[in-house]
């Protein structure tokens, strides 16, 4: 493949956007990721040349990247360089870094991805959320994943990085140890399901109050820079935390989003403004309409994601619509509903949609929850009130497809 | 009371695989059999119980159930003819050997004489496999490949790999286990029904409920 060469990039980045114009001019696709393919083909390491010189911040983890992605690009104010459409490959990196020259760079980064990504863009801070079993056919096994983040942390050679990581997260903080100047971030984390056995030597870690640790010694990290309880306390400092958004796990998001911005010099009291302000992210929280209904849309893809989002939900015995499709952006293997606590929703009517509406209804069925499978969209019937409808991947797409703002 | 006991799930429970718990219990009690679930967790003794349920878990985590299980009441009950519903790593658990990060070889309980080794490749995909003349359809995910000694096969495999893309699983008169992961039984209520019958040593009344329907859409998508 041979050195990077200026020419060539240059021809590779202006390829990627015009390939990325054509693919949304002719309406064959939402125009991310087939140039960024294209440039990739011309320069191979088209993502390091394209990030060179730049301010880069990344984010993964597997639920809340393109949330706090979101909030990081909003509170750092002004112009900054992203990949919004949930492109967060290769090939959406480059078509974001190639797409705008701008020196601030925040990306989301699918966490199987994040060695690559780590090495290529030369990031300030990575961000780590948190890490949960999430589509299992593609991803094989989170305990694996946390393996991959830390040996990625560890062979990183730039003493400057910054990693901002959930200390209540154990598979975080079992890849975020490795660096010594780990910011620790103290937030609220709902679903430890996959870190019942300790990453270390898999015995099992004790859960006392927000406290955990191991009889191996493998515990929380005792020194948190950030901490979120009733207030947001970052480095010291009060932040005036009042999001928009609904739900705790957002406010998690929100102070790990303030972490990061706080450690390439942001003013914390300008960002959380402008943070607070947001009212949704690529439509997750937004209100809809569709055939007379009110629907409000929440994303939830996997079992930490769902058993978040039911949480928000009115205790008022409303209906609840649910949406599952297990598609190849969802994963094949729809086996996650059994881990999700829709014992949360007894009291509710759920309709079930989507191509997996039976494989939902059953799972429902298990946990005497009352159900309808609809069969024909059109005999749901009406209401006044404002529906809460939770769908995975695809489901979700649709839906902010066929409805209307 | 009849007690059905999930074995670690915070070890053994990776793909949903708490489903089958669940199932076997909805199953029993909704036709009026007595039936409570229990769920044994990292510190806790294994009960005494008509049904055993083991799940699927990474290598670390499997190496930890086979120490825990080997050490606890497990064999001799299961031995004493409780019975035992096993998938995935479950399945590889109760044989002889299975291999696990670092160890070709560690040693399983030795409950059947199945030893597993590490497949070509990754076995991921949508799955059948033929019990009895009746499809038993899921979702597998796995990289073991398993070689049976003196002891049937569970099925045939119709779409997937199984054992070894021939056989599937393994059973004796106590004692299921499949590739099948996660939620078998409850997307397999025929199959749920084989289990309680035996272990309740009953003829069951039919019992409908939605996963009929799902049982026969999953058929219909394995067999074109």
Wanted: proline fraction near 3%.
């Amino acid at each position: 493949m041979g050195k990077s060469s200026p020419v060539r990039d240059q021809v590779a980045s202006a390829a990627v956007r015009t390939v990325n114009r054509l693919s949304r001019i002719t309406r064959k696709g939402s125009g991310t990721v087939v140039g960024g393919r294209v440039g990739m083909k011309i320069a191979p390491d088209l993502v390091s040349s394209l990030a060179r010189g730049r301010t880069v911040i990344l984010v993964s983890g597997t639920n809340g990247k393109t949330t706090t992605t979101s909030m990081i690009v909003a509170g750092w104010g002004g112009p900054v360089t992203t990949n919004q459409t949930g492109a967060n490959m290769p090939a959406g990196h480059v078509a974001a870094l190639a797409a705008s020259k701008e020196g601030r760079v925040a990306l989301e980064v699918d966490e199987a991805w994040l060695a690559d990504t780590l090495a290529s863009t030369r990031p300030s801070v990575v961000t780590l959320l948190n890490l949960s079993r999430d589509q299992l056919d593609r991803a094989n096994e989170v305990r694996h994943l946390a393996e991959r983040w830390r040996k990625a942390l560890e062979a990183q050679p730039d003493d400057d990085l910054v990693v901002v990581a959930n200390a209540n997260d154990p598979l975080v903080v079992y890849a975020g140890e490795v660096r010594s100047n780990t910011v620790w971030c103290d937030v609220p984390t709902s679903w430890l399901a996959d870190a019942l056995s300790c990453p270390k030597c898999t015995l099992a870690i004790s859960h006392v109050g927000s406290a955990w640790h191991c009889v191996c010694g493998f515990a929380k990290p005792a020194h948190v820079f950030t901490t979120l309880g009733d207030e947001l306390i970052v480095g010291g400092t009060s932040v005036d935390l009042e999001l928009s958004m609904p739900g705790e796990f957002n406010r998690s998001n929100a102070a790990m989003a303030l972490s990061a911005l706080h450690c390439v010099g942001v003013d914390l009291d300008e960002a959380v403004r402008r943070i607070n302000a947001i009212q949704s992210v690529v439509g997750r929280f937004s209100v809809r309409r569709w055939h007379g209904h009110v629907l409000r849309l929440l994303l939830a893809k996997n079992p930490s994601g769902f058993a978040a989002m039911m949480a928000t939900l009115p205790q008022d015995g409303s209906d609840v619509w649910v949406a599952i499709n297990a598609r190849v952006a969802d994963g094949h293997d729809p086996s996650w509903l059994y881990d999700v606590p829709f014992e949360m929703l007894r009291g509710h009517r759920v309709y079930c949609f989507g191509d997996r509406r039976l494989d939902l209804a059953a799972r429902l069925d298990y946990g005497q929850v009352d159900f309808v499978v609809v069969d024909n969209d059109e005999l749901v019937p009406t209401s006044k009130e404002t529906i809460s409808l939770l769908a995975n991947y695809t489901a979700f797409s649709d839906w902010l497809a066929r409805s209307e703002a | 009371m009849t007690t059905f006991c999930v074995l670690y799930p915070d070890l053994l429970g990776t793909y949903g695989d708490g489903g089958n718990g669940l199932a076997v219990t909805q199953r029993a009690v909704r036709r009026g059999l007595d039936a409570e679930l229990v769920t044994v967790g990292l510190n806790d003794e294994v009960p005494d119980a008509a049904l055993y349920l083991l799940g699927g878990g990474e290598d670390g985590p499997q190496r930890l159930a086979a120490d825990l299980l080997r050490r606890s009441s497990f064999g001799s009950r299961v031995r004493d003819g409780a019975h035992v519903v096993a998938v995935c790593a479950g399945l590889q658990i109760l044989g002889s050997t299975f291999c696990v990060e670092g160890d070709d070889e560690y040693e399983g309980l030795g409950l059947v004489d199945a030893v597993t080794s590490r497949g070509e490749r990754r076995s991921v995909g949508e799955f059948a496999t033929r019990v009895d003349g009746q499809l038993l359809v899921g979702f597998e995910n796995h990289g073991g490949r398993t070689t049976l000694g003196g002891v049937d096969a569970l099925g045939t495999v119709v779409k997937g790999r199984g054992n070894d893309g021939k056989l599937d699983g393994y059973r004796t008169k106590n004692i299921w286990a499949t590739y099948a992961h996660g939620p078998v039984l409850a997307m397999n209520p025929w199959f749920t029904d084989v289990i309680l019958s035996s272990v309740y040593g009953v003829e069951l009344e039919p019992l409908t409920s939605v996963a009929d329907a799902l049982y026969q859409e999953r058929c219909r998508v394995v067999s074109v």
